[in-house]
């Protein structure tokens, strides 16, 4: 099986836990065949396959996708906040925390006139 399997990483990662494994798949294996043949969705029954992004090596992929030797296909869990939300939010609290800051340093330098 040397000379028609490829080597190939599965990884998956939740908060405080990560998990790589390497497999043997035969040339030609789509990324859906390596996810099932590691046992990864045994590991983290939260796993679905029918709802989760996939990526190699960090660029978004399907399940259908033809593997290359030394793939690391990667299971991604979906995000509880909008990366985009979450910056304006910070944002809109710097700004809110300057203004207050100011207001603070203003209010001081009256006190001690």
């Known amino acids: 099986m040397a000379d028609d399997a490829i080597s190939v990483e599965v990884a998956y ?3 405080g836990e990560q998990r790589i494994v390497s497999l043997q798949v035969p040339k030609g294996a789509r990324v859906g065949e390596a996810i099932t043949r590691s046992g990864i969705t045994d590991i983290f029954p939260e796993i679905d396959l029918g709802e989760a992004k996939l990526g190699i090596w960090g660029k978004l992929t399907r ?3 033809e ?4 793939d690391r296909v990667e299971i991604y869990r979906p995000l509880i906040a909008d990366p985009k939300e979450a910056r304006k939010k910070r944002a809109a609290e710097g700004k809110v925390m300057k203004k207050g800051a100011r207001q603070l340093n203003a209010d001081s330098e ?3 006139d």
């Open 67 to 70: 593997l290359q030797a030394g």
């Open 63 to 65: 399940e259908e996708t």
């Open 13 to 15: 990662a939740r908060p």
């Open 110 to 112: 009256d006190a001690s």
